[in-house]
């Protein structure tokens, strides 16, 4: 599949079909940021994005059966839409402050997107969490693992057409030392750190499993 990331605030699947030819040519995916945090759940702003992806589609179908040879004109859309969506916590806290509550309402926003609307989503949560220019979350396993696995134990259930994605930052030089993002020592808790020491020599090195 191929697709595009867009900035939905001045872009959009119908325009992006357009800028392609306008004929039915389009990406199977279209992608989207989202924030989350401790007093915000985007569940509005997923309703709207699901409801420009569903537009933008029957607008392409449309177009591409007036074009179609009559032979062809019960046959499926030529652009239907996977709609990506990354969904990152922004608490300064940490990813501990996203409630169980706002990840549930999300995921009951997602089989709205699912069942009454018919798009599938990828969803990606805590993307790059094993890098440190994530601050809410990277590199601070503990808690964005127990977020995560919450999150897609809703998915799993309220939502059947979403998938979740697992998206780490690519390790060619994890752990990522000596950078500007590097954190101070008291950056890390006993279970993080023991969590990412993965081959138990008591330290974070190259040699730790930078995906695991």
Known sequence: MWGFQMDWDSD????????????????AVVGAALPINSTYTPT?????????????????????????????SSSPPSSSFVLSVTLT??????????TNASLWNF???????????????????????NDRWQPVYGMRPSAMLTSFKTLSAYVRYAAPMTAMVWSPALGTDYPFFGGRFAPAAAWYGYEDLTLLDTDGDGAITSRDDAYR
């Open 12 to 27: 959009g699947p119908a325009q992006l079909v357009a800028r392609l030819g306008g004929d039915g040519t389009g990406p």
């Open 44 to 72: 509005t702003a997923l309703l709207s994005l699901a409801t420009r992806t569903v537009a933008s589609s029957a607008a392409t179908s449309t177009n591409t059966t007036t074009s179609a040879s009559p032979s062809s």
């Open 89 to 98: 916590p922004t608490d300064d806290s940490g990813v501990g402050a996203v």
């Open 107 to 129: 995921a009951m926003a997602l089989r709205k997107v699912n069942v009454e609307m018919g798009v599938p989503v990828l969803l990606t949560y805590c993307p790059h969490m």
